[in-house]
């Protein structure tokens, strides 16, 4: 499962998701929207409106969510195993 942290310089709540991602043993790959701009529209109209934003197939969420977190790892948990 490909996972991807979207994020901004200087953004708390990034460093804390990929905080937690690393603690948890998610694989991500990083994007920073200052260098990806056009990206940062589509999400709009997709309603992720914070950073960062957290992508995976059929899954996503902005901001540090700790539920959302949990869920995701539960996912990456079940691919993992099955």
Do not use: W
């Amino acid at each position: 499962m490909k996972v991807v942290v979207y994020s901004t310089p200087n953004c708390m709540a990034c460093k804390s998701v990929k905080r937690t991602l690393d603690k948890k043993g998610i694989e991500y790959d990083s994007i920073s929207l200052e260098q990806h701009p056009e990206l940062v529209e589509q999400f709009r109209e997709l309603g992720l409106t914070e950073a960062p934003i957290v992508t995976t197939e059929g899954f996503s969420f902005s901001g540090y969510r700790p539920n959302k977190i949990a869920e995701l790892e539960r996912k990456v948990m079940r691919e993992r195993n099955a």
